[in-house]
């Protein structure tokens, strides 16, 4: 008998992967930490299924570590009798509720089995929906930036809980980063904005995050060479049939690099 942590996504329901579908059909019961998980649950399972647990909004570590510990208790012997799941919005690893519930479980019901089932993360959605491409080879850091804060150093960052977008936007603007803003994105409850002035989501919202690139930043992809003019794109120079290497950002390529995609996975080269 199995405790699953199952991710949802981002927020529509038919994001829900099929692996998490089908455990949460098969789950006897279906607990939820909050009002969004639940209402995209319902549309997979029946309300009779559903588990509410009660978490209070409070950053008292004290009171939030009774409310773990009581709904640990509440679910372990259920996981212990059946199959039962524990769902989160995005991925059950990704800034998720879950991990509070796993390192509380292995602590006091260390007999239950735990399984993850993985959900689509804000991390690369918001790629998606905000129309970002992060090219391979690319760095990109994950930064939380509550309360105003506005973390700098990377070249490209994603930032999470931009609760106070103006603020959060004027210390980028100042350590040189482009911003572009991304409000409930794949989410059904509440509207979905993508923006770079931060002035259109100064309300907080916990779903709001932030993608920051350094101004000027760029990467040049081997298929870049694509992009030319009819000129260019006949030049004798330029066709396969002129013998050169492959170049990419002006260095020439080793020819084993090839070898790499025999088997069709070239992922790593750009």
């Not at 978490?55 to 208790?73: G, I, N, S, Y």
Request: aromatic share 6%.
């Amino acid at each position: 008998m199995t405790l699953y942590g199952v991710g949802l996504g981002p927020g529509e329901a038919d994001l829900v992967t099929v692996r998490g579908k089908e455990i949460l059909e098969e789950c006897d019961v279906v607990y939820s930490p909050g009002r969004l998980s639940r209402t995209v649950a319902l549309k997979h399972v029946d309300e009779s299924k559903i588990g509410d647990l009660d978490f209070p909004m409070t950053k008292d570590e004290e009171k939030l570590r009774t409310a773990w510990k009581a709904a640990a208790a509440e679910i372990a012997p259920n996981a212990r009798d059946g199959d039962v799941a524990f769902v989160t919005l995005g991925d059950p690893n990704v800034y998720s509720t879950f991990g509070h519930l796993r390192r509380t479980i292995d602590a006091f019901h260390p007999g239950v089995e735990l399984e993850i089932v993985p959900g689509v993360s804000a991390v690369t959605a918001f790629a998606t929906a905000m129309g970002v491409e992060i090219e391979a080879g690319a760095g990109l850091s994950l930064r939380e930036a509550a309360s105003g804060h506005s973390p700098t150093g990377p070249d490209r960052m994603i930032l999470f809980k931009v609760t106070d977008a103006p603020a959060t936007h004027e210390g980028l603007l100042e350590a040189g980063y482009d911003v572009t803003y991304g409000r409930r994105l794949f989410m059904e409850q509440g509207e979905t904005i993508v923006t770079d002035d931060p002035a259109e989501i100064d309300e907080r919202d916990y779903y709001t995050l932030a993608y920051a690139e350094k101004d000027g930043l760029e990467v040049e992809q081997a298929t870049a060479a694509f992009q030319t003019d009819d000129s260019d794109a006949s030049s004798e120079d330029d066709s396969p049939a002129s013998g050169e290497p492959v170049t990419d950002g002006g260095e020439l390529r080793d020819l084993e690099l090839a070898e790499g995609c025999e088997g069709g996975d070239c992922g790593g080269h750009r």
